[in-house]
Every structure is written in C-alpha cells, then in structure tokens.
C-alpha cells in the first residue's frame, strides 16, 4: 500500500488545515489508517487514528474537540480535518496505515511520505 499525505502548509493560530491521505489500492478498504506528528527535535505523536470502516476513531487528548479523521473508501482517501490550530501543532504529519487499529507507531507496516504543517502565532 503506497500512501501520500497532502494538504500540509502555513496558517495563522486559530485557522484550519485539511489534511488529505490517499492510498494506490482499494484494499485500503480494509485497513486501519494512522495519523501522527514530529516536530524537530521531538518524538513521533499520535495524533489519531480511524478504523477500517469509520465506526471506530481514538484521538489524542491534545487534539480532542479541534480534529476530525474521517475517510471516504469508494475514494481511497482519509481526511484530517485540523481547526483551532495552535502553534504547538506545528509538524511534520504522516499517514500510516495497518491492518490493526492501534495507536502505537511502531505497528504500523505502511506510510506516506508526511506533509509540513506550520502554524504561526
């Protein structure tokens, strides 16, 4: 599964970003997508993560109530929908999916190439 992030840029703290993931095949259907951050100097975050067919979705508590993940399988696509930025969501984002919903890193086997979140204050 070959993944690619987009949507990344620059905002001014309290604006909206939306976040595209899109995957090369339909088996994505079937597979938990990831999304998580890295600012420099930091470690990989969770950031959130929605199961194969949308009914399940876990948020970090540091962006609970401002994202929304949610995914359109007939396209392929999953979507984070970021409002209410803040500069400390300024990051690197990833997209990575797995065939188990988790929201550890490391279990999951695909990723996209990441995409430039910057937000200023």
């Known amino acids: 599964v070959q993944l690619q992030a987009s949507g990344g840029g620059l905002v001014q703290a309290g604006g909206s970003l939306r976040l595209s993931c899109a995957a090369s095949?339909?088996?994505?259907?079937?597979?938990?997508v990831g999304w998580f951050r890295q600012a420099p100097g930091k470690e990989r975050e969770f950031v959130g993560t929605?199961?194969?067919?949308?009914?399940?979705?876990v948020y970090a508590d540091s962006v609970k109530g401002r994202f929304t993940i949610s995914r359109d399988n007939a396209k392929n696509t999953v979507a984070l929908q970021m409002n209410s930025l803040k500069p400390e969501d300024t990051a690197v984002y990833y997209c990575?999916?797995?065939?188990?919903?988790?929201?550890?890193?490391?279990?999951?086997?695909?990723w996209g190439q990441g995409t430039q979140v910057t937000v200023s204050s």
């Open positions: 929605i199961s194969w067919s949308g009914g399940s979705i």
């Open positions: 095949t339909h088996t994505f259907i079937s597979y938990t």
């Open positions: 990575a999916a797995d065939r188990k919903f988790t929201i550890h890193f490391n279990e999951y086997e695909y």
